[in-house]
């Protein structure tokens, strides 16, 4: 599965990387080789970083659910007075 990024999201990556090497480490770098690089890390990197967010998101939503089983349970029979055999 690769990761699709939306027409924005991809202009704002791309002029992100051109930003970030300007500034970090004063080169120039054109439209097409961030391109390149955000394909790289779409490709290569991303994918990492997603199964990490949802293995985090899938821990979280068990957490939860064992939260509300224990919140939603409820005794049965709770005035019984004899246990049966």
Known sequence: MAIQL???AKKEALASIIRFFAEHRDEEIGLIAAG??????????????YNQAIAE??????GQLAELDIDLHKEEFPNRLIQPE
């Open 6 to 8: 939306s027409k924005e």
């Open 36 to 49: 390149a690089l955000l394909e790289f890390i779409l490709s290569d990197i991303a994918p990492s970083v």
């Open 57 to 62: 998101a899938l821990e979280r939503l068990r």
